[in-house]
Protein backbone atom coordinates (compact mmCIF):
# COMPACT_ATOMS: atom_id res chain seq x y z
CA UNK A 1 0.00 0.00 0.00
CA UNK A 2 2.53 2.63 0.92
CA UNK A 3 4.43 1.84 -2.31
CA UNK A 4 1.16 2.36 -3.81
CA UNK A 5 0.79 5.43 -2.69
CA UNK A 6 4.22 6.89 -3.36
CA UNK A 7 3.74 5.95 -7.03
CA UNK A 8 0.66 7.77 -7.05
CA UNK A 9 2.71 10.64 -5.48
CA UNK A 10 5.18 10.63 -8.02
CA UNK A 11 2.61 10.84 -10.89
CA UNK A 12 1.27 13.82 -9.41
CA UNK A 13 4.26 15.98 -9.92
CA UNK A 14 7.10 14.41 -8.56
CA UNK A 15 9.52 13.87 -11.01
CA UNK A 16 11.51 10.59 -10.40
CA UNK A 17 15.04 11.82 -9.88
CA UNK A 18 13.85 13.99 -6.35
CA UNK A 19 13.20 12.46 -2.76
CA UNK A 20 10.74 15.38 -2.27
CA UNK A 21 8.77 17.69 -3.54
CA UNK A 22 10.61 20.64 -1.86
CA UNK A 23 14.16 19.56 -3.32
CA UNK A 24 12.44 19.65 -6.59
CA UNK A 25 11.42 23.16 -6.35
CA UNK A 26 14.90 24.43 -5.15
CA UNK A 27 16.26 22.22 -8.33
CA UNK A 28 13.94 24.30 -10.53
CA UNK A 29 14.25 27.70 -8.43
CA UNK A 30 18.37 27.32 -8.70
CA UNK A 31 17.79 26.60 -12.36
CA UNK A 32 15.73 29.74 -13.14
CA UNK A 33 18.07 31.97 -11.27
CA UNK A 34 21.28 30.88 -12.74
CA UNK A 35 19.36 31.17 -16.40
CA UNK A 36 18.24 34.81 -15.52
CA UNK A 37 22.46 35.11 -14.27
CA UNK A 38 22.75 34.82 -17.84
CA UNK A 39 19.64 36.85 -19.34
CA UNK A 40 21.25 40.17 -17.10
CA UNK A 41 24.99 39.36 -18.81
CA UNK A 42 23.58 39.37 -22.09
CA UNK A 43 21.63 42.80 -21.62
CA UNK A 44 24.36 44.25 -19.66
CA UNK A 45 25.65 44.42 -22.35
CA UNK A 46 23.71 46.34 -24.04
CA UNK A 47 22.83 48.77 -21.85
CA UNK A 48 27.07 48.80 -21.54
CA UNK A 49 27.03 50.06 -25.26
CA UNK A 50 24.16 51.94 -24.66
CA UNK A 51 25.49 54.58 -22.03
CA UNK A 52 28.74 54.52 -23.85
CA UNK A 53 27.06 56.34 -26.88
CA UNK A 54 24.68 57.99 -25.00
CA UNK A 55 27.96 59.78 -23.37
CA UNK A 56 29.64 60.43 -26.94
CA UNK A 57 26.27 61.39 -28.71
CA UNK A 58 24.26 62.91 -25.50
CA UNK A 59 22.57 65.35 -27.89
CA UNK A 60 21.40 62.64 -30.78
CA UNK A 61 20.75 60.59 -28.12
CA UNK A 62 18.59 63.40 -26.71
CA UNK A 63 16.62 64.20 -30.19
CA UNK A 64 15.98 60.74 -31.02
CA UNK A 65 14.83 60.20 -27.19
CA UNK A 66 12.16 63.08 -28.00
CA UNK A 67 10.96 61.41 -31.00
CA UNK A 68 9.53 58.53 -29.00
CA UNK A 69 5.74 58.65 -27.69
CA UNK A 70 6.11 59.35 -23.86
CA UNK A 71 2.32 58.86 -23.30
CA UNK A 72 2.54 55.24 -25.55
CA UNK A 73 5.96 54.36 -23.11
CA UNK A 74 4.03 55.03 -19.89
CA UNK A 75 0.75 53.43 -20.95
CA UNK A 76 3.23 50.20 -21.63
CA UNK A 77 5.08 50.59 -18.47
CA UNK A 78 1.43 51.16 -16.18
CA UNK A 79 0.60 47.66 -18.25
CA UNK A 80 3.61 46.00 -17.38
CA UNK A 81 3.46 46.81 -13.67
CA UNK A 82 0.08 45.69 -13.38
CA UNK A 83 0.80 42.36 -15.23
CA UNK A 84 3.23 41.68 -12.50
CA UNK A 85 0.55 42.25 -9.61
CA UNK A 86 -1.13 39.86 -11.18
CA UNK A 87 1.29 37.37 -11.54
CA UNK A 88 2.27 37.42 -8.01
CA UNK A 89 -1.21 37.35 -6.80
CA UNK A 90 -1.06 34.55 -9.37
CA UNK A 91 1.35 32.93 -7.39
CA UNK A 92 -0.29 33.30 -4.25
CA UNK A 93 -3.50 31.73 -5.38
CA UNK A 94 -2.07 28.75 -6.41
CA UNK A 95 0.14 28.53 -3.21
CA UNK A 96 -3.44 28.38 -1.57
CA UNK A 97 -5.14 26.10 -4.12
CA UNK A 98 -7.74 28.80 -5.38
CA UNK A 99 -7.79 27.21 -8.70
CA UNK A 100 -10.44 29.60 -10.38
CA UNK A 101 -8.65 32.48 -9.17
CA UNK A 102 -5.22 31.33 -10.36
CA UNK A 103 -7.15 30.86 -13.97
CA UNK A 104 -8.24 34.33 -13.73
CA UNK A 105 -5.08 36.02 -12.75
CA UNK A 106 -3.00 34.05 -15.42
CA UNK A 107 -5.38 34.87 -18.27
CA UNK A 108 -5.48 38.83 -16.95
CA UNK A 109 -1.36 38.09 -17.48
CA UNK A 110 -1.89 37.10 -20.57
CA UNK A 111 -4.18 40.38 -21.61
CA UNK A 112 -1.30 42.61 -19.93
CA UNK A 113 1.30 40.50 -22.40
CA UNK A 114 -0.35 41.13 -25.73
CA UNK A 115 -1.69 44.38 -24.46
CA UNK A 116 2.19 45.80 -24.46
CA UNK A 117 3.07 44.01 -27.52
CA UNK A 118 -0.05 45.71 -29.29
CA UNK A 119 1.57 49.37 -27.85
CA UNK A 120 5.01 48.35 -28.63
CA UNK A 121 4.14 47.45 -32.30
CA UNK A 122 1.56 50.47 -32.47
CA UNK A 123 5.09 52.48 -31.46
CA UNK A 124 7.41 50.55 -34.17
CA UNK A 125 4.77 51.35 -36.88
CA UNK A 126 5.36 55.21 -36.13
CA UNK A 127 9.00 55.11 -36.26
CA UNK A 128 8.55 53.36 -39.94
CA UNK A 129 6.19 56.06 -40.68
CA UNK A 130 8.75 58.21 -39.71
CA UNK A 131 11.68 57.11 -41.80
CA UNK A 132 13.84 56.31 -37.91
CA UNK A 133 14.81 52.50 -39.10
CA UNK A 134 18.40 52.66 -39.12
CA UNK A 135 19.38 52.18 -42.61
CA UNK A 136 19.23 54.05 -46.25
CA UNK A 137 15.83 55.30 -45.31
CA UNK A 138 16.69 56.97 -42.41
CA UNK A 139 15.82 60.76 -42.31
CA UNK A 140 16.53 62.93 -39.44
CA UNK A 141 15.20 66.05 -40.97
CA UNK A 142 12.34 66.10 -38.60
CA UNK A 143 14.54 65.67 -35.61
CA UNK A 144 16.77 68.52 -37.08
CA UNK A 145 14.12 70.85 -37.35
CA UNK A 146 12.54 69.83 -34.00
CA UNK A 147 15.82 70.26 -31.73
CA UNK A 148 17.73 73.07 -33.18
CA UNK A 149 19.33 73.47 -30.09
CA UNK A 150 20.66 70.80 -30.14
CA UNK A 151 23.14 70.80 -33.32
CA UNK A 152 22.52 67.14 -34.56
CA UNK A 153 24.63 65.21 -36.60
CA UNK A 154 21.88 62.80 -38.43
CA UNK A 155 24.81 59.90 -38.65
CA UNK A 156 25.29 59.18 -34.94
CA UNK A 157 21.10 59.37 -34.86
CA UNK A 158 20.89 56.10 -36.45
CA UNK A 159 23.08 54.63 -33.59
CA UNK A 160 20.66 56.07 -31.05
CA UNK A 161 17.29 54.35 -32.86
CA UNK A 162 19.92 50.94 -33.67
CA UNK A 163 20.15 50.24 -29.87
CA UNK A 164 16.31 51.18 -29.48
CA UNK A 165 15.05 48.69 -31.65
CA UNK A 166 17.56 46.32 -30.99
CA UNK A 167 16.35 46.82 -27.29
CA UNK A 168 12.96 46.86 -27.43
CA UNK A 169 13.20 43.79 -30.03
CA UNK A 170 14.97 41.66 -27.51
CA UNK A 171 12.52 42.88 -25.08
CA UNK A 172 9.63 42.28 -27.12
CA UNK A 173 11.25 38.58 -27.86
CA UNK A 174 11.20 37.72 -24.10
CA UNK A 175 8.01 38.81 -24.21
CA UNK A 176 6.99 36.62 -26.33
CA UNK A 177 8.25 33.75 -24.79
CA UNK A 178 6.49 34.98 -21.49
CA UNK A 179 3.29 34.66 -23.28
CA UNK A 180 3.69 31.02 -24.19
CA UNK A 181 4.98 30.38 -21.26
CA UNK A 182 1.81 31.48 -19.66
CA UNK A 183 -0.22 29.88 -21.98
CA UNK A 184 1.36 26.86 -21.02
CA UNK A 185 0.78 27.72 -17.44
CA UNK A 186 -3.24 28.63 -18.03
CA UNK A 187 -3.84 25.31 -19.94
CA UNK A 188 -2.66 23.24 -16.66
CA UNK A 189 -4.12 25.42 -14.75
CA UNK A 190 -7.79 25.18 -16.19
CA UNK A 191 -7.12 20.97 -15.92
CA UNK A 192 -6.34 21.18 -12.04
CA UNK A 193 -2.83 20.41 -12.39
CA UNK A 194 -1.36 22.59 -9.86
CA UNK A 195 -2.16 22.60 -6.04
CA UNK A 196 -0.91 23.62 -2.70
CA UNK A 197 1.16 20.88 -2.57
CA UNK A 198 2.82 21.38 -6.41
CA UNK A 199 2.82 24.97 -7.93
CA UNK A 200 6.38 25.08 -8.78
CA UNK A 201 5.82 25.69 -12.68
CA UNK A 202 3.65 28.71 -11.50
CA UNK A 203 6.27 30.48 -9.48
CA UNK A 204 9.02 29.27 -11.86
CA UNK A 205 7.07 31.17 -14.65
CA UNK A 206 6.43 34.26 -12.22
CA UNK A 207 10.18 34.34 -12.19
CA UNK A 208 10.86 34.65 -15.18
CA UNK A 209 7.71 37.54 -16.23
CA UNK A 210 9.02 39.82 -13.37
CA UNK A 211 13.28 39.51 -14.73
CA UNK A 212 11.40 41.11 -18.41
CA UNK A 213 9.13 43.40 -16.03
CA UNK A 214 12.15 44.57 -14.43
CA UNK A 215 14.17 45.07 -17.58
CA UNK A 216 11.76 47.23 -19.02
CA UNK A 217 11.72 49.37 -16.06
CA UNK A 218 15.16 50.15 -16.87
CA UNK A 219 14.71 50.38 -20.38
CA UNK A 220 12.24 53.12 -19.79
CA UNK A 221 13.93 55.91 -18.63
CA UNK A 222 16.76 55.60 -20.69
CA UNK A 223 15.33 55.37 -24.10
CA UNK A 224 12.25 57.50 -23.34
CA UNK A 225 13.47 60.05 -20.44
CA UNK A 226 17.27 61.74 -21.83
CA UNK A 227 16.65 65.40 -21.48
CA UNK A 228 13.01 65.35 -21.71
CA UNK A 229 11.68 68.73 -21.76
CA UNK A 230 8.40 68.27 -23.49
Known amino acids: MADSS ?14 DREQQRNAASLGMWVFLGTEVMFF ?3 FCAYLIYRYWYYNEFAAGSRSLDIVLGTTNTAVLICSSLTVALGVRAAQMGK ?9 ATLV ?14 DKYV ?8 FNAEELIRKNPELHIDPAPTQIYFSLYFAMTGLHALHMVVGVGIFCFLTYYAWKGRYTPEYHTPVEIGGLYWHFVDIIWIYLFPLLYLIDRKR
Do not use: N, T, Y
Open 6 to 19: LAVEHQEGLDHQFV
Open 44 to 46: GGM
Open 99 to 107: RRLLLLLLL
Open 112 to 125: FGLGFLVIKGVEWH
Open 130 to 137: EHHIPGPS
